[in-house]
């Protein structure tokens, strides 16, 4: 049984660029939630999926923007890239009653 | 692989000593804590969790203590081995309409051998 699969692993993007990253949802699992993770801290949550509605949003700006499919993967975008955006971004996904379940990431580099 | 916690305190042990991970957290209405695990390239790993409305919880080498009175929040792992070094995060939730964690800073824990 597969985890949470995410892809890319690693890319690399120019200021001003947009990016698409995947997430595929642990089998069983109907929730998706997206965080991201600056180099020396700890991850932030972005938002939230669930029947393909973002249902919960952390503190982050509207070039942050998200879609879940029927299939309940799940992307995310993020248009007009900062340097600042650089970091580890994670999906999670759980079932209700369950706990999360992360995958290993993409590194974005903004350069 | 890259670090994922290049300013972190760190906590270093001696191979088979016990490990103390401390974590402070800051919403008294969160209703249960996770200890998480990241090794280098990895995302989070679930280690243990306590519902707030218990002060302990034990897992295989692991013990999670609990302190609302203080918001406090403790990793304890017995003899540590090298496979537990990593950076270790607590998190609180608040369940409204599904899990949305707040991490903390982290530590780095590394074990010698």
């Known amino acids: 049984d597969a985890g949470v699969t995410q892809s890319p692993t690693h890319l690399i993007k120019t200021r001003g660029q947009q990016v698409t990253l995947r997430c595929s949802p642990k089998s069983g699992h109907d929730t998706v939630s997206w965080y991201q993770q600056a180099l020396g801290q700890g991850p932030q949550f972005i938002f939230q999926?669930?029947?393909?509605?973002?249902?919960q949003r952390g503190n982050f700006p509207d070039r942050f923007s998200g879609h879940q499919f029927p299939n309940y993967s799940s992307e995310l975008n993020v248009n007009a890239l900062l340097l600042g955006d650089s970091a580890l971004y994670l999906c999670?996904?759980?079932?209700?009653?369950?706990?999360?379940?992360f995958g290993s990431g993409t590194r974005l580099t903004v350069v | 692989g890259e670090s994922v916690g290049l300013h972190l305190p760190t906590l270093s042990v001696q191979e088979g000593d016990n490990s103390i991970i401390n974590c402070a957290y800051s919403?008294?209405?969160?209703?249960?804590f996770i200890w998480y695990k990241q090794e280098s390239g990895k995302g989070p790993q679930f280690i243990i969790d306590i519902r707030s409305n218990m002060d302990k919880r034990q897992g295989q080498r692991v013990t999670v203590l609990l302190n609302k009175t203080v918001k406090h929040l403790s990793l304890q792992i017995a003899a540590t081995q090298p496979g537990d070094s990593a950076v270790y995060f607590c998190a609180e939730n608040k369940r409204e309409y599904g899990n949305k964690l707040v991490f903390g800073a982290g530590t780095i824990l590394r074990v010698k051998s």
């Open positions: 999926y669930y029947e393909e509605e973002e249902r």
């Open positions: 999670a996904s759980e079932r209700a009653g369950y706990g999360y379940t």
């Open positions: 919403n008294s209405a969160s209703d249960y």
